[in-house]
């Protein structure tokens, strides 16, 4: 994570060889659909559960700006992005406009996303200035951690990372 803050940005895989900085995560399913989406950041619209429930005190959760999802060329999944059926011109065609968005829940009033979880896809990079000032935790000890590694670490507003963020500790988020 000091890493995001470093480079002021959460970057697309592109973008991230272009600065020369490996990614070893997820391969979105196949090393095909890897590649076709690598100018793509996957972002969840509800907590990322199933993502985020695999060695929890690994990971931090970051809350966004709600305006990212206005982004140009935003595409939006109702479904993982990582099914195979889930493809870049598919998405393409479903549209990248907030009526593609809106596609994904029932009725007006629904505030769940179905199918769940809903994802969007924003293109090359969120810079820091579309993150929320909080960071969300699974633990005391990964509280702490987050604290250990991004101590010292400038943003452009001129405050440290720890001074601006807040780090919150919840299980819930990681569905515990």
Known sequence: MPAIFQVGALLSRSQME??????????????????EMRDYICCSILRP????????ETRALITLQPRTLCRNGTLFSGRW??????????????????QAFEIMFPTR??????????????????PLAEFL??????????RQKV??????????????????FQVIVSKYDFGG
């Not at 604290?147 to 601006?164: H, K, N, T, W």
Request: charged share 20%; with cysteine; aromatic share 10%.
């Open 147 to 164: 604290a250990d590694e991004c101590r010292g670490i400038i943003l452009p507003s001129g405050r440290s990372v720890v001074d601006y």
């Open 109 to 126: 009033d629904s505030n769940f996303p179905s199918p769940a979880p809903g994802e969007f896809l924003v293109p090359d990079c969120v």
């Open 81 to 98: 992005s990582s099914f195979n059926e889930i493809t870049l011109e598919a998405l393409r065609r479903e549209g990248t406009d907030l």
């Open 49 to 56: 559960w199933g993502m985020s429930g695999q060695d929890p």
């Open 18 to 35: 272009g600065l020369g900085i490996s990614y070893g995560m997820s391969s979105w399913g196949n090393p095909v659909k890897e590649r």
């Open 133 to 142: 000032p909080r960071l969300y935790v699974y633990s005391e000890a990964a």
